[in-house]
């Protein structure tokens, strides 16, 4: 069925260390894959997203990676810093234009501590 | 330029009663789609609208209803609630388009009784 799983449920790192967050996605029709951050009490905001054309892609101290073959995507956040910490969600586009849907990870609590 | 709004922020309503939550999409989007988070889990995908119609579903009863009006807003609409309702409501605008960003309003927190 549709799913996608994402690793860590949790991550604590030190201020200045890397975070990196895994899923896993079901359905190889997918191709595009968002990451969502969102804080306590706020809305889910994008933070970067990566289409199926391409394997890689980086926004200063964050980048995301697809390997389509395994069906992976990950979130890399380097020199990170306290106002990093949030709950971050990865996601899959399902479906064709005019039939699609996100089908969202369970969500990663990111801890950076000072 | 207008993000994506929602009303109310927060609602209280007790079990059997029933629901209208509203949504307005970011200027130019065409496409609505609600999901339901609840604590501590990721958004779940009720439905979308474009235009004017549901075209995809979620796994959720039909309960839950929607439209969506020629101006792009939407409603959401829940029947017969249960305390299981209880959960943030968000909706998403974006354009018709798979490989095209959703963008998500502030949310509803509903709290059933």
């Known amino acids: 069925g549709e799913n996608v799983e994402q690793h860590p449920s949790t991550l604590s790192v030190q201020e200045g260390d890397s975070a990196v967050i895994k899923c896993t996605y079901s359905?190889?029709?997918?191709?595009?894959f968002p990451w969502y951050k969102q804080e306590l009490g706020k809305r889910p905001q994008l933070i970067i997203d990566?289409?199926?054309?391409?394997g890689e892609k980086k926004d200063q101290r964050i980048a995301v990676t697809l390997n389509k073959t395994a069906k992976h995507f990950s979130l890399h956040i380097t020199e990170t810093q306290p106002e990093d910490s949030a709950v971050y969600f990865c996601?899959?586009?399902?479906?064709?234009?005019?039939?699609?849907?996100?089908?969202f990870g369970t969500g990663t609590r990111l801890k950076v501590l000072a | 330029d207008a993000g994506v709004t929602q009303s109310p922020t927060h609602l209280i309503k007790t079990r059997g009663q029933q629901v209208t939550l509203r949504c307005s999409p970011k200027?130019?989007?065409?496409?609505v789609s609600w999901y339901q988070q609840a604590l501590g889990q990721g958004p779940q995908f009720i439905f979308q609208?474009?235009?004017?119609?549901?075209?995809q579903r979620g796994n959720f009863p039909d309960r839950f209803s929607g439209h969506q009006f020629p101006n792009y807003s939407s409603e959401l609409n829940v029947n017969a609630l249960l305390l299981g309702d209880s959960a943030l409501y968000l909706c998403?605008?974006?354009?018709?388009?798979?490989?095209?960003?959703?963008?998500f309003g502030p949310g509803t927190r509903l709290t059933v009784l």
């Open positions: 200027s130019g989007h065409d496409t």
């Open positions: 609208y474009y235009e004017e119609e549901e075209r």
């Open positions: 998403a605008s974006s354009y018709d388009r798979a490989t095209d960003t959703q963008y």
């Open positions: 996601a899959a586009s399902i479906g064709t234009s005019g039939t699609y849907k996100y089908i």
């Open positions: 359905d190889s029709a997918s191709n595009y």
């Open positions: 990566i289409r199926s054309n391409v």
